[in-house]
């Protein structure tokens, strides 16, 4: 059975040909699209914080609010910037 880590590692690679065929689209707004590319930030915050609660604090990221809230940030981020650029795309059509 594979680990949690490899099976978050390996999940990456789906990911990336999902951006990779969004950006070819260029159906997706270009807002949203920047906020589909930031949830890579997310990760790539939240992988150090997660190494350093365990081997440092001997916790699970979950159990460490203060790092577990400043990664949570950039998935907020992430979501937010991926809402205005749908919302700005249905506004500028209803206005045509």
Known sequence: MLSKE???????FPYLGFLWFLTRSRLVPKLSLFGFYFLLVFV????????????VLG??????DWLH????????????FVVLGFYQAVREKQTQ
Request: glycine fraction near 8%; proline fraction near 3%.
């Open 6 to 12: 490899t099976l978050f590692a390996l999940s990456l």
């Open 44 to 55: 790539v915050v939240t992988i150090p914080a997660g190494i350093y609660t365990e081997k």
């Open 59 to 64: 916790e699970s990221l979950a159990n460490v």
């Open 69 to 80: 809230g400043g990664a949570e940030f950039f998935l907020t981020l992430s979501n937010i």
